[in-house]
Nanobody
Framework: QVQVVESGGGLVQAGGSLRLSCVAS????????VGWYRQAPGKQRELVAT???????NYADSVKGRFTVSRDNANNTMWLQMNSLTPEDTAVYYC???????????????WGQGTQVTVSS
């Protein structure tokens, strides 16, 4: 099985920064896309950023220019650097990894448990 664990959330003042980490472990043959979603209270889960194994990144318009996603393929680790945070960024942030667990196996999406980010005004 594959486990995905996020860390790095917390409380920060508006204008501040946080760096989230995500590590995938277990029986992993390869990981394709990895990404971050977030869910604020009373709202649907929304895409924040994704990055492919070749390093091509995609961002939600609301975070472009403020957030940066990166990854270390060798260690199945991904980060989300969040700068210029605003109260609207307050949410639970979830990491996912689209992993293959055996040669020629299908990609499956594995989710972490989420990490809370709270931005105070």
């Amino acid at each position: 099985q594959v486990q995905v664990v996020e860390s790095g959330g917390g409380l920060v003042q508006a204008g501040g920064s946080l760096r989230l980490s995500c590590v995938a472990s277990g029986t992993i043959f390869s990981i394709a896309a990895v990404g971050w979603y977030r869910q604020a209270p009373g709202k649907q889960r929304e895409l924040v950023a994704t990055i492919t194994s070749s390093g091509s990144a995609n961002y939600a318009d609301s975070v472009k220019g403020r957030f940066t996603v990166s990854r270390d393929n060798a260690n199945n680790t991904m980060w989300l650097q969040m700068n210029s945070l605003t109260p609207e960024d307050t949410a639970v942030y979830y990491c996912h990894a689209d992993a293959v667990v055996r040669l020629w196996g299908p990609h499956q999406r594995y989710w972490g448990q989420g990490t809370q980010v709270t931005v105070s005004s």
